[in-house]
């Protein structure tokens, strides 16, 4: 079993931080990469996650995620040579030891996630087509999500684009 680091493109880096995917594609090229083959994600520098290869379908790569630490990054300047290139199984164990314990486990918090919106309607199944249609065209770049650990909601925290957002026009004010 091989044992790469594999850079996700910027684009498609800014997407792996806004919704949850299961796999990540990226272009395979002419590489070695196998199927069940272990990789480390690397984006901005920065080991991201760990990850399976699936069965290459023709030029592109597609990858399971196994762990996560978007919000942690691992700094890696040494991973950025190329798009995919082989890891020493030193370096690459110790990433997939920093990258910590299976994140699925039972000491995983629970969030509560809130997109609030006021919207006038006629009847209650209007205003949700609207709500709907407005959380469409907005969409993450623009919409405020407010999220919090369950049962401590004075935690609450604006997020947009996947990062923190102060949603206080005072404290803008203040700047």
């Given at each position: 079993?091989?044992?790469w680091a594999v850079i996700i493109p910027a684009d498609r880096w ?68 190329g798009e995919i290139t082989p890891v020493d199984p030193d370096t ?84």
């Amino acid at each position: 079993m091989g044992q790469w680091a594999v850079i996700i493109p910027a684009d498609r880096w800014a997407d792996e931080r806004l919704f949850h995917h299961d796999t990540v594609t990226v272009s395979a090229g002419a590489t070695a990469v196998a199927a069940d083959d272990e990789v480390l994600l690397v984006a901005d520098g920065n080991v991201v996650a760990l990850a399976r290869a699936a069965k290459p379908h023709g030029d592109e790569l597609v990858l399971t995620y196994l762990r996560r630490s978007f919000d942690n990054p691992l700094p890696a300047p040494t991973l950025t040579d190329g798009e995919i290139t082989p890891v020493d199984p030193d370096t690459f164990r110790r990433f997939a030891t920093a990258l910590g314990a299976d994140p699925t486990g039972p000491h995983r918090p629970t969030w509560l996630v809130s997109v609030a919106l006021p919207i006038e309607a006629t009847t209650p199944a209007e205003a949700v087509r609207q709500f709907w249609s407005h959380v469409l065209e907005l969409g993450p770049a623009e919409l405020p999500t407010y999220v919090w650990p369950s049962g401590d909601e004075l935690a609450m925290q604006a997020f947009v684009l996947g990062a923190e957002a102060n949603q206080d026009p005072e404290e803008e004010d203040e700047d």
